[in-house]
């Protein structure tokens, strides 16, 4: 069993950045991969970034050039630095790692709201 914990959500002005955080439970080395999804209210939830265990990383097309997803192996955490926030942004971010033999773990959740 992953135990994911997020931190680092919250409210910020449009043009603001906000560092999110997730610490797993286990070596990242055990981890396949990383990310962060998000979901809006009545959208489906949706890949933001992921890094893999290789170092590949993955954005979503809405968020190149604005986000950026990190790990620190010794802290066995995975970081999302979101910068140039705008309200589209705004949604609960998850955090979710993928165990080699595809099973799937996720946070619980952190809030993000971007004021216009």
């Known amino acids: 069993q992953v135990q994911l914990v997020e931190s680092g959500g919250g409210l910020v002005q449009a043009g603001g950045s906000l560092r999110l955080a997730c610490a797993a439970s286990?070596?990242?080395?055990?981890?396949?991969?990383m990310g962060w999804y998000r979901q809006a209210p009545g959208k489906q939830r949706e890949l933001v970034a992921a890094?893999?265990?290789?170092?590949?990383?993955n954005y979503a097309f809405s968020v190149k050039g604005r986000f950026t997803i990190s790990r620190d192996s010794a802290e066995n955490t995975v970081y999302l630095q979101m910068n140039s926030l705008k309200p589209d942004d705004t949604a609960v971010y998850y955090c979710?790692?993928?165990?080699?033999?595809?099973?799937?773990?996720w946070g619980q959740g952190t809030q993000v709201t971007v004021s216009s």
């Open positions: 979710h790692a993928k165990k080699y033999g595809n099973k799937d773990y």
């Open positions: 286990t070596s990242i080395w055990n981890l396949s991969s």
């Open positions: 890094i893999t265990a290789g170092g590949t990383t």
